[in-house]
């Protein structure tokens, strides 16, 4: 029996249950405030933010793909596309780009013109060296793994501090081919 | 037209979180000083009177020579005091209305303490502005 065709990034949003996005942001910006109090050093906030989006985004992969009926992806840069245009809109509603990519279709920057999770925020002199988004490279990074690929994710241009749009580049670093989980001789 | 303003913001607890001298005469070391020591006396006059009204902008409350005193006090208890030696009564008023807003943006933001000081200067050029337009 043919699958579904893929649903747009809009019908999905339409169809999944919303929450306030001010109680997003607040929310969100609580759990940074916080972090910076327990933990106090930047570059240790960073890591725990890329842990928390890791163990959210590991998650968050079956709920995609129940929800979004996507086929399986042919190559990278579909995956890089379904990410941009279907899961960042389903979760965050927002649309985002995918640009610059590389020769061999491994590295691409997706680019975020308005992001949800950073509505009134300024960065204090104290925390210069801050990601404030740093959960959604963990996200990313988690929910891939679970579909078997290994990807870097980095920060290359951030509003908070000066730039004029969010892009992250996402390096695809190898596919894992799938393990049979049982050993055979037990 | 030439006026001298001292505009700043008292947290409930007393401590001065933000300040500026918004006026268009030039400044001068001596006048900011007497300026900051007049809206420090004024406290106790806004303090008793916050209480007994339930409106936000409490106009002139106190005067010093030709200057005058007028007080916008926030739910929050959070005080803007504008010393001035203009009447600009609605001026004023649309001033305070606006920091205001720029306030409330402030205390949005997660990175911000409540009561500690503005150091944004985003939030100070965008109060010079609004003072500009409105004094």
Redesign the interface.
Known sequence: MPAAAPRSGDAIFASVEHVNAELFTLTYGAIVRQLLTDLEEVDEVNKQLDQMGYNIGIRLIDEFLAKANVSRCVDFKETAETIAKVGFKMFLGVTASVTNWDADGTCCSIVLEDNPLVDFVELPDTCQGLYYCNVLSGVIRGALEMVSMKTEITWTRDVLRGDDAYELQVKLLKLVPEEYPYKDDE | MATTACFIIVSRNDIPIYEAEVGSTVKREDAAHLHQFILHAAQDIVQDLAWTTSAMFLKAIDRFNDLVVSVYVTAGHTRFMLLHDSRNDDGIKSFFQEVHELYI?TL?????LPGSRI??S?FDTKVRALARKYL
């Open positions: 943006k949005l933001n997660p990175l911000y150091t944004s985003h």
